[in-house]
Nanobody, 115 residues
Framework: QVQLVESGGGLVQAGGSLRLTCAAS????????MRWFRQAPGKEREFVAA????????SYADSVKGRFTISRDNAKNTVYLQMNSLKPEDTAVYYC????????WGQGTQVTVSS
């Protein structure tokens, strides 16, 4: 059974940092690009960051560019999202995503940034 499990969320003050982890199991995702999305209360889910299968190419939403960094460790079947200089508007549930034969989503991890 394929699973994506996020962790690392929590409550942090504005200006602080968090590191999210997405651990994949059930099959290897080492040949697949992976992405992070987020959904704030009352808003649609939005793209945050993406990374190619090799890690050599990354992309970011304008709202997080320069503050967030996506990375991966294919040996561990894991993707990370380092979030620095957090702002209250970063408050959301963060989801990991991958596509192989279909879309796979994690259950999400809550990030709350207080002002």
């Amino acid at each position: 059974q394929v699973q994506l499990v996020e962790s690392g969320g929590g409550l942090v003050q504005a200006g602080g940092s968090l590191r999210l982890t997405c651990a994949a199991s059930g099959r290897s995702f080492s040949r697949n690009s992976m992405r992070w999305f987020r959904q704030a209360p009352g808003k649609e889910r939005e793209f945050v960051a993406a990374i190619s299968w090799s890690g050599g190419s990354t992309s970011y939403a304008d709202s997080v560019k320069g503050r967030f960094t996506i990375s991966r460790d294919n040996a561990k079947n894991t993707v990370y999202l380092q979030m620095n200089s957090l702002k209250p508007e970063d408050t959301a549930v963060y989801y990991c995503w991958a596509h192989i034969d279909k879309d796979y989503w994690g259950q999400g991890t809550q990030v709350t940034v207080s002002s």
